[in-house]
């Protein structure tokens, strides 16, 4: 049997057992492993990790420990760059993407409401998913971390509320996408892109009152959804303005 030391920082407590929190313990094992299979096997799937320091040093997920050595695995830090450092992962897509597994329909809607390309995997099997998030350059929501730890899967994260309005603000913390939302620009309803459209071309799709309200419109390339200022009136209304404020906030105290 081999033996390390493990203590895992911040958020990726959340995957241990409480009596592995924020403390230092030993593990055993059969070797040799990589380090990327041993902290799978304690329960932390590898998109959620972005450092592993061993013995001090930063190593790779395939990095074999020596007996005896101390390893300290770090979550993305959300506010500090880690310049200079040897990255685990290639750097995340730009302009960010993402795919939603089917529990997460919800947030892929809230997620294109905000502007963001979300594509959502509503009968996919797992390693479909995996394939697609992979081919597509696309980060990986699910809160299934069976499937985040598939190799295939090079950006993932898993949701850790079952509510889909902290599943959207643990996303928009978790990328630092406050200040990167844009509003109506996504159909919510199939990922399409919205464009201006004229009045007199939408006539026919509109109810009487909107007809007679609205005067600005925005039209699904995709679907021919039609959308205007006062479709998200209510509860997704508020919901951007939240987003706004609390983008305004972050902006403010950092
Ligand atoms: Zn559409």
Not at 7 to 27: K, M, T
Not at 37 to 52: R, T
Not at 86 to 109: C, N, Q, T, V, Y
Request: with cysteine.
């Amino acid at each position: 049997m081999a033996e390390v030391t493990f203590r895992f920082y911040g958020e990726l407590n959340d995957f241990l057992p409480p009596w592995r929190r924020g403390r230092s313990f030993a593990y055993a094992y059969n070797g040799p492993q990589s380090v990327k299979h041993l902290m799978e096997s304690i329960g932390l799937p590898h998109p959620e990790v972005d450092l592993i320091l061993a013995g001090g040093a930063p190593v790779g997920f395939d990095h074999q420990p020596r007996k005896g050595e101390r390893i300290a695995v770090y979550p993305a830090f959300s506010e500090l760059a880690l310049e200079g450092l040897p990255s685990l992962r290639p750097p995340l897509p730009e302009p960010i993407a993402f795919l939603a597994d089917k529990h997460l329909g919800r947030l892929a809607r809230y997620l294109r409401l905000l502007g963001f390309d979300t594509t959502y995997g509503a009968d996919t099997p797992d390693d479909i998913l995996a394939e697609r998030a992979h081919d597509e350059n696309r980060v990986l929501l699910t809160r299934d971390r069976g499937l985040l730890k598939r190799s295939l899967v090079l950006f993932g994260y898993c949701l850790r509320s079952t509510d889909s309005r902290e599943q959207l603000f643990a996303v928009l913390r978790r990328y630092r996408l406050f200040d990167k939302v844009q509003p109506w620009a996504r159909c919510m309803r199939c990922n399409g892109r919205l464009q201006p459209v004229e009045k007199a071309a939408v006539l026919h799709l509109l109810e009487p009152k909107t007809k007679l309200y609205y005067d600005t419109f925005r039209q699904c390339d995709a679907c021919g959804r039609v959308y205007w200022e006062g479709s998200h009136v209510g509860e997704l209304g508020r919901l951007v303005e939240e987003v706004r404020e609390a983008g305004q906030k972050r902006a403010f105290s950092g």
